[in-house]
């Protein structure tokens, strides 16, 4: 069964400093694995999709890599502000799985003015 | 993209009642997925729902509790019976367009039953 862990669960920093998100999977057998941003009490928005053949995709101040043979998954965000508080999920997509989305726990992020 | 409405967006009902939310999609699409998020909690779905054929549920849930219709390709319904206060939670609608595409979220469901 994949189980996705995110860590930090909690991350306060102050404006302007680049940051990053870890996201690990149990089982390395995954069609994709997907970022979402999600505001307190809201629907989840997609930030990055990366396919299991490729090594990171970017938009903007983001940066998503992933390492499948090792499990791992990062969200870089540069130059962070305010406007990046918010949680931050990962889901895979695991072939073993029906193509079912595992998410993580999310990381809360609260970036300080 | 994709565009995913829900109603309502958010309800507070009294127990024993039932609550159905309904989703709507912007173009035909074959998948469409039922989640929930319970509160500080992360997302677990619930059922997949395709178009002429039964829902699919997830392990610990089932249909008598989360009737799901699935009418056309643009629309789907999940009814949440018989509330208790446990069923407080975010329900969330979702597509992928190809099997293994992009996930795309409606804005959800807050419900609180008191």
């Known amino acids: 069964k994949q189980e996705v862990t995110q860590i930090p669960a909690a991350l306060s920093v102050p404006e302007g400093e680049n940051l990053v998100l870890n996201c690990s999977f149990t089982d390395s057998a995954i069609y994709n694995l997907q970022w979402f941003r999600q505001d307190p009490g809201k629907g989840l928005t997609s930030l990055l999709l990366?396919?299991?053949?490729?090594r990171e995709q970017t938009s903007g101040r983001l940066n998503a890599s992933l390492d499948k043979s090792s499990g791992r998954s990062t969200l870089y965000i540069a130059a962070s502000q305010p406007g990046d508080s918010a949680t931050y999920l990962c889901?895979?997509?695991?072939?073993?799985?029906?193509?079912?989305?595992?998410f993580g726990g999310g990381t809360r992020l609260m970036v300080k003015p | 993209s994709a565009v995913i409405s829900q109603k309502p967006s958010r309800d507070i009902c009294q127990r024993g009642t039932s609550l159905t939310i309904q989703c709507q999609v912007d173009?035909?699409?074959?998948?469409m997925f039922w989640y929930r998020q319970q509160p500080g909690q992360s997302l677990t779905l619930i059922a997949t729902?395709?178009?002429?054929?039964?829902?699919?549920?997830e392990s610990g849930f089932v249909i008598d509790k989360f009737p799901i219709s699935r009418p056309n390709l643009t629309f789907s319904t999940l009814t949440v019976s018989n509330m208790s206060p446990e069923d407080s939670s975010i329900y969330l609608c979702?597509?992928?367009?190809?099997?293994?595409?992009?996930?795309?979220f409606g804005p959800g469901t807050r419900l609180t039953v008191l």
């Open positions: 173009s035909q699409v074959t998948m």
């Open positions: 889901a895979v997509r695991s072939s073993n799985a029906g193509n079912m989305l595992t």
């Open positions: 729902a395709n178009q002429g054929s039964e829902a699919t549920y």
């Open positions: 979702s597509l992928s367009r190809g099997g293994t595409d992009t996930q795309y």
């Open positions: 990366i396919q299991s053949s490729q």
